[in-house]
């Protein structure tokens, strides 16, 4: 009895065990979810005065702020220090040169000349040591809690990515140099925003195999299917004698290799290939095929083979006959 | 105790082999490229014994590479195709027939080949052809055609029209003939005869000796009847003309002007307009008991008109609302309704063999454009602009259109011109019809091998 209900346990507990290692359901990590890009649509006229997106003026004013602080706490000393310095130097040389004075009697002309070298020792063109102090300077000057300032405005802002914050934290700062509602600016703004997007397809782009044990198995990213939709889209000659306005959609189930080249081609549909009545569709279903054969290898993704062995390829000329 | 270790194993078995599911990944594919289908059309082989008998029959030294070119030709014309050069063709005609090596034909970029042999069988020329997916390596369509020899560019156009149907899903227009007003001398004095030619702008054939004016002639769309307009002793004439055997009949004299005959889709009745006391209305007539029926009633002037596929509506222009718009109304004349509402003036409306859309010439500032707009109206598309151009005529597929265009004449009349072009439903592949002379007034005959 008690052996059965020993042995029993263990089975369950193996089960149990397994299940929870095993299951790609249960062992699933939550996503990492990218942030948003807010997009605000504009509809261009004659003139258009371009809206400034109010999500990104808030955090861009909140930056401002924060820079703000930033150059009040910095500027002063760096000014100061070099004034005095500059200062120091003046009363200093004014010193020698009355010391000078006092021994001999110079013409002006010596006295200027003098007075210039001792300008130019003292107030020397920014070299490497220079911006090397001032580098020193900055990490000085940012204090501790300044710090922790920044860094919850780029959870604000992007709260997992801090790569990406960084950078709109940095534009945010080169923007307020050059007063950030100036409207001669906005173009800038637009450009810039550009780049960011681009920055985070880039990232999005480049997926390691540990992150794509992790990612979201059932889908291309959309960097993925563009690329394999735009070489579909030149490889397809649309024949152009089929009516729009019938049900043409021409599902096919491809198998690949890994290199993108096709093992096997399926039409979902076939049936209606032979049926009496369909001639556009089987019109429409060879140029589909004939598209899959010129275009392969496919364009697929270099990692994730298993994701994407089997591909369904959804073809509708309705987009392209009814225009 | 056996057992159970055995279920133990093939649990742990199982659960080890599990690996992940994955879903299909699906992929919409919504738009594609319009670029013209590269194809090869190889020439069609001919042996020894046949090539004398063409040569001495029809005086064509090598029939099968010229029914090859009548082909190509064709493909080329429809803006829908592009042959390749026969120069980076790598494999023979007689062996392509039989086996294509289709990586041969891959690697010149073809997409679809056209193989074929040429024979003389009892006197008679045979010609199989063969359609080939490249890409697929597989046939698509044989077919096997016998006729007289000198039928031979027929035999040409039939073969596209049967690859031009397998590739792009409708029905073909090259084996089809264009009707046509041949214009000859100065622009004062023009000379003006019915003349007839393949689409192809071969075997041009002159129907009238050009003693009087012939105007707008008309295709019966189910035969090989030609309707036209003739001027004799100053009046008016509907003609009936049947071109397989040339006996022309008059379908009657009728007071007053008449304009624009043309027949009802099923070819028994002729619709018009005649212009009676200064007022021109629609009207048909029955060919055979010639009966005439008054359709619109109405002070305007009612012109142009012209008949659905399914003969239950026409379309007409009209100035019954100021100025010259197209109108669609019941056949027998009822419910009426204005479907163009763009700025300038609209006429010469003709109704699609596919029915669903109206081609019209339109006049806006000074320029004459040739469009289409759906039966309702709405999707009205200039194809083409131009100083004069008139009187659109649909190919029988509904997809290509052709129409004629004049050049500006200098103070003297010098320098005037009439041609006939095409132009398809895209307004890309706009094309001029090879003509002997100027031409005017064309009309798309339907398919002569239906």
């Not at chain 2, 742990?12 to 059309?41: C, H, M, Q």
């Not at chain 2, 339109?362 to 200039?382: A, N, P, Q, S, T």
């Not at chain 2, 190919?395 to 009439?418: C, H, M, Q, W």
């Amino acid at each position: 009895m008690y052996k059965s209900l020993f042995v029993s346990s263990i089975f369950h507990t193996a089960v149990i065990v397994l299940s929870i290692f095993t299951l790609p359901f249960i062992a699933k990590q939550p996503l990492d979810i990218p942030p948003l890009v807010s997009v605000e649509l504009i509809q261009i006229s004659d003139k258009t005065n371009i809206p400034f997106a109010p999500k990104a003026k808030k955090i861009i004013e909140k930056v401002k702020k924060d820079n703000e602080k930033l150059v009040s706490e910095q500027a002063p000393p760096k000014k100061v220090k070099k004034d005095e310095k500059k200062e120091v130097s003046v009363v200093k040389n004014k010193e020698k040169i009355n010391e000078l004075a006092s021994k001999k009697t110079p013409t002006p002309e010596t006295k200027k000349e003098i007075l210039k070298k001792e300008k130019l020792d003292a107030i020397p063109l920014p070299d490497k040591k220079n911006e090397k102090l001032s580098v020193e300077e900055e990490k000085k000057q940012k204090p501790s809690q300044e710090l922790k300032k920044e860094e919850n405005l780029k959870e604000i802002i992007k709260p997992k990515k801090p790569k990406i914050d960084d950078t709109k934290v940095k534009q945010a700062s080169e923007f307020e140099k050059k007063e950030l509602f100036d409207p001669n600016n906005i173009a800038a703004l637009i450009d810039k925003s550009k780049e960011d997007i681009g920055e985070t397809n880039k990232k999005v782009d480049k997926i390691s195999q540990s992150q794509d044990d992790t990612m979201d198995i059932s889908t291309l990213t959309l960097s993925e299917e563009d690329a394999l939709k735009a070489q579909i889209f030149g490889c397809w000659s649309i024949p152009l004698g089929l009516p729009y306005n019938e049900n043409l959609l021409v599902r096919i189930k491809l198998k690949l290799k890994p290199d993108g080249t096709l093992i096997k081609s399926e039409i979902l549909d076939h049936a209606r290939m032979n049926m009496p009545g369909q001639g556009f569709y089987k019109v429409l279903a060879e140029s589909a095929l004939r598209a899959i054969q010129l275009c392969q290898p496919l364009k697929v993704p270099t990692s994730g083979y298993e994701r994407w062995k089997n591909l369904q390829l959804n073809f509708d000329a309705r987009e392209m006959l009814g225009g | 105790m056996k057992r159970f270790k055995l279920i133990l194993y093939s649990f742990f078995i199982l659960f080890f082999t599990i690996s992940k599911s994955y879903s299909l990944i699906e992929v919409d594919i919504t738009r594609g490229n319009l670029n013209p289908l590269p194809i090869a059309v190889s020439p069609l082989f001919q042996d020894k014994v046949s090539k004398i008998f063409f040569e001495k029959e029809i005086n064509i030294d090598d029939l099968g590479s010229e029914i090859s070119k009548v082909i190509e030709n064709n493909l080329k014309q429809s803006g829908l195709f592009n042959p390749l050069s026969k120069d980076a063709f790598l494999q023979k005609p007689d062996i392509a027939h039989l086996k294509p090596r289709f990586e041969d034909w891959s690697l010149i970029k073809s997409q679809a080949l056209i193989t074929g042999k040429v024979t003389a069988v009892n006197e008679k020329l045979k010609v199989e052809f063969r359609l080939w997916d490249v890409l697929a390596g597989r046939e698509m369509l044989a077919l096997a055609f016998t006729t007289v020899p000198s039928n031979w560019r027929r035999v040409g156009h039939i073969i596209t029209d049967k690859v031009y149907e397998r590739l792009t899903g409708e029905k073909g227009y090259f084996d089809t003939r264009i009707i046509y007003v041949s214009e000859e001398g100065p622009k004062t004095q023009r000379i003006k005869k019915l003349a007839i030619m393949d689409q192809d702008g071969f075997n041009t054939k002159y129907l009238t000796l050009g003693n009087e004016l012939v105007l707008t002639p008309r295709f019966n769309p189910t035969n090989q009847m030609v309707t036209y307009l003739s001027y004799f002793r100053n009046l008016p004439r509907v003609y009936l003309l049947d071109i397989e055997t040339g006996i022309q009949e008059v379908v009657g004299d009728f007071p007053g002007m008449t304009f624009a005959p043309r027949f009802s889709p099923d070819g028994k009745k002729i619709i018009m307009s005649f212009a009676k006391d200064g007022n021109s209305d629609i009207y048909t007539m029955d060919i055979e008991n010639r009966i005439v029926e008054r359709i619109t009633n109405h002070p305007s002037i009612d012109t142009s008109p012209s008949y659905s596929p399914d003969g239950k509506f026409i379309t007409f222009n009209s100035d019954r609302s100021g100025y010259q718009q197209i109108y669609v109304m019941n056949s027998d004349g009822s419910n009426v309704k204005r479907i163009s509402f763009g700025k300038g003036l609209y006429g010469t409306p003709v109704w699609s063999p596919r029915g669903d859309l109206i081609a019209f010439t339109k006049l806006h500032k000074g320029k004459f454009y040739i469009g289409v707009m759906r039966v309702d109206g709405k999707g009205e598309r200039l194809l083409t602009e131009n100083y004069y151009q008139e009187a659109p005529s649909w190919a029988p597929n509904g997809r290509v259109l052709i129409f004629y265009r004049e050049t500006k004449s200098n103070d003297k009349g010098e320098g005037f011109s009439a041609k006939l072009w095409s132009i398809d439903l895209t307004g890309y592949n706009e094309r001029m019809v090879e003509t002997e002379t100027d031409a005017s007034d064309p009309s798309w005959s339907s398919l002569l091998s239906n």
